[in-house]
């Protein structure tokens, strides 16, 4: 019904499980694809080349910064994260979902280039059990782990700047709400393409130019 897919941006402290939903997304929504960012940080373990990120070294993220490769780019925890441009936009013009996970920097970044993103906000259960999580992922050192819950608070915070809020309590609900949000914003009269109407014969091409113009 729209001509182009919807561009979801899926943002919120590290470690509350951005990524797995972003998966089970994919895994259940036909026409939608997960956006993989490129990292200069060095892949986690069961992290694959190409599927969770595309893993380069700092002189070729730098390369791909002068030649405008990125629709954003952010440095988080003092590593480099960017958004490759060519396909997310060529996903989007052939009528594909795109899921676009990353950090707040990142986020504050594509509000101010695609007005008609859709933002979401993951939040933890509570910071308590953010702390366990990051703790269980046995990746950061504890004063690391303090750092980023504060960031995480202050991120919370900032919830207003999103159009919705999903609280990842229980994966599979937190799945499923946002899967509605992206199947609520397919079908707002905001995106529907007017000549999708005239061509499935719901309304005479008259009829709709009055209307549109």
């Not at 700047?161 to 949000?181: C, M, W």
Request: aromatic share 8%; proline share 4%.
């Amino acid at each position: 019904m729209s001509a182009d897919g919807v561009l979801v941006v899926v943002s919120g402290p590290s470690g509350v499980g951005k990524t797995t939903l972003c998966k089970n997304i994919v895994a259940r929504l036909p026409d939608t694809m997960f956006s993989v960012s490129y990292t200069t940080r060095k892949p986690r373990p069961g992290e694959r080349e190409g599927v969770e990120y595309c893993f380069v070294d700092e002189t070729r993220f730098q390369d791909l910064i002068r030649e405008e490769a990125f629709v954003e780019w952010a440095e988080v925890y003092g590593h480099k994260y960017g958004t490759p441009k060519q396909a997310l936009v060529e996903a989007l013009h052939k009528g594909i979902n795109v899921l676009l996970e990353i950090d707040a920097q990142g986020a504050r970044q594509i509000m101010e280039r695609f007005a008609g993103a859709v933002y979401v906000f993951v939040a933890p259960p509570s910071l308590d059990a953010l702390r366990n999580r990051l703790c269980r992922r046995d990746l950061d050192s504890n004063e690391e782990i303090e750092r980023r819950l504060h960031e995480a608070n202050d991120e919370i915070a900032n919830f207003k700047s999103y159009h919705y809020f999903v609280r990842n309590d229980e994966l599979l609900q937190a799945t499923k709400e946002l899967e509605s949000i992206i199947l609520a914003e397919q079908v707002k009269t905001s995106r529907l393409d007017p000549e999708w109407l005239v061509e499935n014969g719901l309304v005479e091409p008259v009829m709709m130019k009055k209307h549109v113009t």
